[in-house]
Structure formats: C-alpha cells, structure tokens
C-alpha cells in the first residue's frame, strides 16, 4: 500500500520561506513516479501547486507559486520538497502530497491517486 508521510508546515511570518518534505512509502524503488503538491483552505477546492517526477526529469510549478517556488525529489530517499518564498498570508492553506501510484510512462498524463494527510501552513502578517 502507498502512504505519504508530510512535513515541513508551521507558522511563518509573511515574507518567509518553507520547505514541505513528502516521503512515499510502498512504492517501486526502481520506478519513477509522479509526485505533486496541493493545497485546500476552509470551502474551498484543492488546487494543485506543482509535480515533479521522482527522477527529477520532468517538473511543473502552477501560476500561484511560480517565480518563488523550488520543487525537488531524491529518488533514493523517495521523497520530494516543496520550498515557497516569499509566503503571503493568503499562502495559509492545508498543504496535500500526492503521488500517482501507477509508475511513469511516456505519454500518460500524471492523476493522483493517492494523498497524503498534509500539513498545515499558516502566514501571519
């Protein structure tokens, strides 16, 4: 069974940084595998925030983190990094590690299918 273990969320002044951590567990070591980043606050939708693949060939950052945002993985380590500067208050947010649990192949879209707990993230002015 996969599971995502996060980390990395807490309280931060606005202006700050964070870096999430998400370790997967239960996967192929010697497969790659599309692993991303969400984050839902109260009445609100997930939105997605970026992917990476585990070997670190492919990555996406979406609009509301591009430009002060780092995503990285260690495949070794099974585990990918969210890093966000410059954290404004509307940053505060339920950050979600997801993966898609099929391995990556050339030419199939990457859908999570499997989310982590997450962790809270909260920017305070």
């Not at 951590?21 to 969400?38: F, K, L």
């Amino acid at each position: 069974e996969v599971h995502l273990e996060e980390s990395g969320g807490g309280t931060v002044q606005a202006g700050g940084s964070l870096k999430l951590v998400c370790t997967a567990s239960g996967i192929d070591e010697t497969e790659t595998y599309c692993m991303g980043w969400s984050r839902q606050t109260p009445g609100s939708v997930r939105a997605g925030l970026a992917l990476i693949y585990t070997n670190g060939r492919f990555s996406s950052l979406g609009d509301s983190v591009r430009g002060r945002s780092t995503i990285s993985a260690d495949a070794d380590k099974k585990t990918v990094y969210l890093q966000v500067n410059d954290l404004g208050t509307d940053d505060t947010a339920k950050y979600y590690c997801a993966i898609d649990s099929r391995p990556v192949v050339a030419g199939r879209s990457c859908q999570f299918n499997t989310w982590g707990q997450g962790t809270q993230v909260t920017v305070i002015s």
